[in-house]
């Protein structure tokens, strides 16, 4: 397990949105959420990414096959090596909860949520 941490957290702290990839039979699936959703959902102490879920139904069903997740978030308002501008890939094993505390959390904050998308972090890494 890996924490969101340093630069990343910075750049958690904002990005405007982030990008979720899972792979289908077919290839690589993306899709998004609002980087306010997450940081609303963030639970401290915890290496998970919890993301409110209204649809993500292809994504529930690639990770039901395959859990593997990847996250790319972004701002220029954070410094990167090269000049303004840092973005920060997170990989994980990733679950569409319907019941549970994340489910209910998630529920609570945003009335069209049916679960959570609950992502495990195992590696993060800087891309500028
Ligand atoms: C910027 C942005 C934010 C989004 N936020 C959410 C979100 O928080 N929850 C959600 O279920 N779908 C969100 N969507 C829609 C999803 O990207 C996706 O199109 C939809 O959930 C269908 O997912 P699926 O292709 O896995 O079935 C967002 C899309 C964009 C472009």
Same mark, same amino acid.
């Given at each position: 397990?890996?924490?969101?941490?340093?630069? =990343?957290?910075?750049?958690?702290?904002? &990005?405007?949105?982030?990008?979720?990839? &899972? =792979?289908?039979? $077919?290839?690589?699936?993306?899709?998004?959420?609002?980087?306010?959703?997450?940081?609303?959902? /963030?639970?401290?102490?915890?290496?998970?990414?919890?993301?409110?879920?209204?649809?993500?139904?292809?994504?529930?069903?690639?990770?039901?096959? $395959? $859990?593997?997740?990847?996250?790319?978030?972004? /701002?220029? %308002?954070? %410094?990167?090596?090269?000049?303004?501008?840092?973005?920060? =890939?997170?990989?994980?094993?990733?679950?569409?909860?319907? /019941?549970?505390?994340?489910?209910?959390?998630?529920?609570?904050?945003?009335?069209?949520?049916?679960?959570?998308?609950?992502?495990?972090?195992?590696?993060?890494?800087? %891309?500028?």
């Amino acid at each position: 397990m890996a924490k969101i941490e340093g630069k =990343c957290k910075e750049v958690m702290d904002k &990005t405007e949105w982030v990008a979720i990839v &899972t =792979c289908s039979d $077919n290839g690589p699936h993306v899709v998004a959420t609002w980087g306010d959703y997450v940081r609303d959902m /963030s639970v401290k102490g915890e290496e998970v990414v919890i993301i409110p879920a209204g649809h993500y139904n292809i994504t529930e069903e690639n990770l039901k096959k $395959n $859990n593997r997740v990847e996250l790319l978030i972004a /701002s220029k %308002q954070v %410094q990167g090596n090269y000049g303004p501008g840092q973005g920060c =890939c997170i990989s994980g094993k990733g679950e569409l909860q319907t /019941s549970g505390k994340f489910a209910e959390m998630a529920k609570e904050k945003f009335p069209w949520a049916r679960g959570a998308l609950v992502i495990k972090v195992k590696e993060v890494s800087t %891309q500028l």
